[in-house]
């Protein structure tokens, strides 16, 4: 992107500045990658200096958003900061702020987005299934509107663009043909450049973005290249901002979608469980330290500055959210061992003891390690807002006159909350925490956690329970208060039991035919064995513990007769006494 594709976009902004604003080539980017990068330090400047030029002149448009998220994994504020990109280009070349946004491949997104952009000023998004799932059943053109009632006109295709020709029941005078490269392939060629100009759809590059503007009494038993030909229609070069105007200003009577769009992009999510758990725990402490660090410098003590490493720590976490995990499959190009070798699937995904084999021989390590590359975005977020939160709590308990011993809960959110917190492996209930502030608790008052005897029915304050020690689950759970039963009384399972589930191939055929339009290697399984029959594994010979606090009533199941799953499985059971 940096160099060769920007030379070659260059290279087509330069050869166009002759012709007509609407038919000079014209290349939209999205928002981190042109900072960071395209713009970033590693830039030259007689490069730098050319792209800014075309920055300026609009041949290079940066749209709203900063890449293509995986965005139902990500915190508001996260979200929210993102936007930071494209805001800093904008102000910085003197430029209106983006109204329009772009996002490819991920099929859906999560009904946050019409609130977050509306209310960020963004009127348009163009969504681009990738071309191998089942898009969503939505209209090409329609109003998204979120939770709180905001509306943003939305353009879903079911690839990462669209037709030249636009579909017979487009509702607009104006159509958006998104052409795009594929994959990492940069701008397109002049000689495409210039079919596109002229009309001619059966080019098979999809290249970037333009729209044009036709007359809706068009028979469609033409081609693009006559209606051009025959003034019937109008192509423009534009961007996705200038499409947003166009339309808003037809005031189109479109349908209204008002709903969450079911994801199944959860193959990177999905392959790193405790990646996910961290960005999961550390993404609400963001903001949390962004206000405490606040309130600290309000009560007049000191503190390092914030803003620089606060802001890398966003920019890490919404890295972590971005669509693309790790490699799709080993064994291929630079993730076989020579680094360009294509093996075949037989080799390549392996089962069963010669999976063991390959990966103790290091046949996966650059596949293993494109997933560590990924895993440090948020190892990064997570250094930040650990250590500087840290010392910041240590500044506070620094400057509170308490005596030795003393703990100093702290609450972040504007209303005052009682909760449970975790000093040193002990749990303590922290009451009536004021909002924005800090109470002082002496834990000598506290009742130390202690062990009792096993029961098998437990009543807390809440809730009735009664356990199931040969399962390792809760047979019962009535809640006190409506005395209504809470676990299905007719299923084999018991409420938190163990259960492993391994799919047949036929189950996993049976869900990519369904979800995707060809079979794709980051969901089929390739090489699977067809044999493979659909097991379930329930654990059994568990060890039941529970103790009690001043917080409440814990049950812990252990089981060490876990082979091959695990060397030992632990279900734990937490029953406060302060709230349910």
Not at 13 to 31: L, N, S, Y
Not at 347 to 359: E, G, H, T, W
Not at 363 to 382: G, H, V
Not at 426 to 443: D, F, T
Request: proline share 6%; with cysteine.
């Amino acid at each position: 992107y940096r160099e060769d594709m920007m030379d070659n976009a260059i290279s087509l902004i330069d050869a166009d500045r002759q012709k007509p604003a609407d038919e000079r080539f014209k290349w939209t980017v999205d928002g981190w990658l042109t900072k960071a990068d395209i713009l970033g330090p590693l830039q030259t400047p007689e490069r730098k200096r050319k792209i800014e030029q075309a920055i300026k002149e609009g041949a290079i448009s940066v749209h709203a958003l900063p890449a293509n998220m995986e965005s139902d994994v990500m915190e508001q504020e996260d979200y929210a900061r993102s936007l930071i990109f494209t805001s800093q280009i904008d102000r910085e070349y003197g430029l209106p702020l983006s109204i329009a946004a772009k996002m490819t491949d991920v099929p859906a997104h999560s009904w946050f987005l019409p609130t977050l952009l509306h209310n960020a000023g963004i009127k348009f998004l163009q969504l681009g299934c990738n071309y191998t799932d089942q898009p969503v059943r939505l209209p090409q053109l329609f109003w998204w509107e979120g939770p709180d009632g905001s509306r943003i006109l939305c353009n879903y295709t079911p690839h990462y663009g669209s037709d030249l020709m636009p579909p017979k029941d487009w509702p607009s005078k104006n159509y958006l043909a998104v052409t795009m490269s594929h994959d990492n392939s940069g701008p397109p060629s002049a000689k495409e450049v210039e079919e596109l100009r002229n009309g001619n759809s059966r080019s098979s590059l999809e290249m970037q973005l333009k729209g044009w503007s036709g007359d809706k009494n068009v028979q469609y038993d033409t081609t693009m290249e006559s209606l051009v030909k025959n003034k019937m229609v109008k192509i423009h070069f534009a961007t996705l901002d200038e499409f947003a105007d166009a339309v808003l200003a037809e005031k189109p009577d479109l349908p209204v979608i008002r709903g969450d769009m079911v994801d199944p992009w959860i193959h990177g999510v999905m392959a790193m469980p405790q990646e996910s758990k961290t960005a999961r725990n550390v993404r609400p402490l963001e903001p949390a330290l962004d206000i405490f660090n606040t309130e600290l410098k309000n009560w007049g003590i000191a503190t390092t500055p914030l803003t620089a490493p606060l802001a890398k720590a966003y920019e890490n976490s919404m890295l972590f959210s971005e669509h693309t995990f790790g490699a799709s499959g080993p064994g291929n190009g630079f993730f076989s061992a020579d680094g360009k070798t294509n093996l075949p699937d037989s080799q390549r995904f392996l089962y069963n003891d010669a999976f063991v084999k390959a990966r103790k021989e290091g046949f996966y390590k650059k596949f293993e390690a494109s997933f560590r590359d990924k895993a440090r975005y948020i190892e990064i977020t997570d250094s930040i807002v650990t250590n500087y939160l840290a010392s910041r709590l240590k500044l506070l308990s620094d400057n509170v006159k308490t005596n030795a011993g003393n703990i100093i809960v702290y609450n972040p959110l504007p209303w005052m909350r009682s909760g449970v917190v975790d000093i040193n492996g002990e749990k303590i209930l922290a009451q009536n925490v004021p909002a924005n502030g800090y109470i002082v608790i002496n834990p000598s008052k506290l009742a130390q956690t202690k062990a009792v005897s096993n029961i098998t029915t437990l009543n807390t304050p809440f809730y009735t329970a009664k356990f199931d020690t040969q399962k390792g689950g809760i047979t019962s759970l009535i809640e006190k208060s409506t005395g209504k039963e809470l676990v299905d009384q007719k299923s084999k399972y018991v409420l938190g039991q163990y259960l492993h589930e391994r799919f047949s191939y036929d189950q996993t055929k049976d869900y990519d035919d369904r979800a995707y339009k060809g079979t794709s290697a980051a969901i089929i399984k390739p090489n699977m064995p067809k044999d493979i029959s659909y097991l379930a594994t329930t654990l059994s010979d568990w060890t039941m513990k529970t103790t009690q606090s001043a917080v409440g009533t814990k049950v812990t199941f252990t089981t060490t007769n876990a082979t091959p799953i695990a060397q030992a499985v632990s279900v734990s059971f937490t029953f406060p006494n302060a709230f349910p």
